[in-house]
């Protein structure tokens, strides 16, 4: 079993920071990326960013400058500090980690419950 927690969500003014935080969690062998995902209501999910087990990152063009994910992989923990807030970024957050629990096995990817983000005008 693999769990994914979430936490950091909440409400904002626009302009405002948050951090939200990512604990992978049971039987894993070894985690290759894990990233964020946001899902906005009236659009699809959209990956917001991600990082390499070796600490490369890839960001989506709408959060460049303004977002930026780090990990912890002794602890299984990915991060995102969120600065510079817009109504835009308003969404339920997902976490997401391409992981193996068996050497043998391939990567799969789990996902976190969500955790939601309002940013206020």
């Known amino acids: 079993q693999v769990q994914l927690v979430e936490s950091g969500g909440g409400l904002v003014q626009a302009g405002g920071s948050l951090r939200l935080s990512c604990a992978a969690s049971g039987s894993i062998f070894s985690i290759n990326s894990m990233g964020w995902y946001r899902h906005a209501p009236g659009k699809r999910r959209e990956l917001v960013a991600r990082i390499t087990s070796g600490g490369s990152t890839n960001y989506s063009d709408s959060v460049k400058g303004r977002f930026n994910i780090s990990r912890d992989n002794a602890q299984n923990t990915v991060y995102l500090q969120i600065n510079s807030l817009i109504p835009e970024d308003t969404a339920v957050y997902y976490c997401?980690?391409?992981?193996?629990?068996?050497?043998?096995?391939?990567?799969?990817?789990?996902w976190g419950q969500g955790t939601q983000v309002t940013v206020s005008s």
């Open positions: 997401n980690a391409m992981l193996q629990q068996n050497p043998k096995w391939a990567d799969y990817a789990y």
